[in-house]
């Protein structure tokens, strides 16, 4: 059986003031982000600053984690690969399952491409690998830009967006920022919000 494992690491690691706090915002994250998305299996942290989750389909990997990336605090960053293939379960770990499988081959092959890609583009975060090389490509470049969009989001963009993502109406957010629902419609029109909302929805549709 065919899911996608997603596996997650700090950017700037060895900068954190309080590891701890860092990942504590980052479970939260995944936590919020599977209230609105079904997994097969929850967030854990591995070793380092390493973080794995697994997830039926690569359309639910993709929703996860863009609504992972908008929740995190601003001065926290994170890098995704996502793998697709299958993933046998060795053991029980104190740190979460021993496993392996080709879906953690390819997100160990799609996130060490990502950090390559930092080096040129500081606002790549997310990549894919699976055994189709034109779905790979096509998602990957997808990715390249969902990632420029969010990268160039202004603090309040990014709330009114993820909060969209988690279930929060337009006259919601607008509340919680005490600004007008017109206002929110703008701004998630200017900042590209909206189309990847709407991204999300064919997402929805085709996992």
């Not at 936590?31 to 591995?46: F, G, I, N």
């Not at 990502?114 to 055994?131: I, M, N, P, S």
């Amino acid at each position: 059986m065919q899911v996608a494992g997603i596996i997650a690491d700090i950017v700037g690691s060895r900068d954190l003031t309080d590891r701890a706090a860092a990942q504590r915002a980052i479970l939260e994250a995944f936590e919020s982000a599977e209230s609105s998305v079904p997994v097969v299996r929850q967030a854990w942290a591995t070793v380092g600053d390493e973080f794995q989750l697994i997830a039926a389909t690569w359309q639910d990997a993709l929703r996860i984690t863009i609504r992972v990336q908008a929740l995190l605090p601003e001065d926290l960053r994170l890098r995704f690969g996502i793998g697709v293939g299958e993933i046998n379960t060795i053991d029980e770990g104190e740190a979460g399952p021993i496993q392996d499988g080709t879906a953690w081959l390819n997100a160990r092959q799609a996130i060490e491409h990502v950090e390559k890609q930092q080096h040129r583009r500081d606002e790549v975060l997310t990549g894919f690998h699976g055994d189709d090389p034109e779905l790979t490509a096509a998602i990957t470049t997808q990715l390249v830009l969902r990632d420029h969009i969010v990268g160039r989001m202004k603090a309040r963009e990014r709330r009114l967006f993820a909060a969209l993502l988690t279930g929060v109406t337009q006259e919601d957010a607008a509340r919680a920022e005490s600004i007008s629902q017109a206002a929110v419609s703008q701004a998630l029109h200017r900042s590209g919000a909206m189309a990847l909302l709407d991204a999300d929805g064919v997402l929805k549709r085709g996992s």
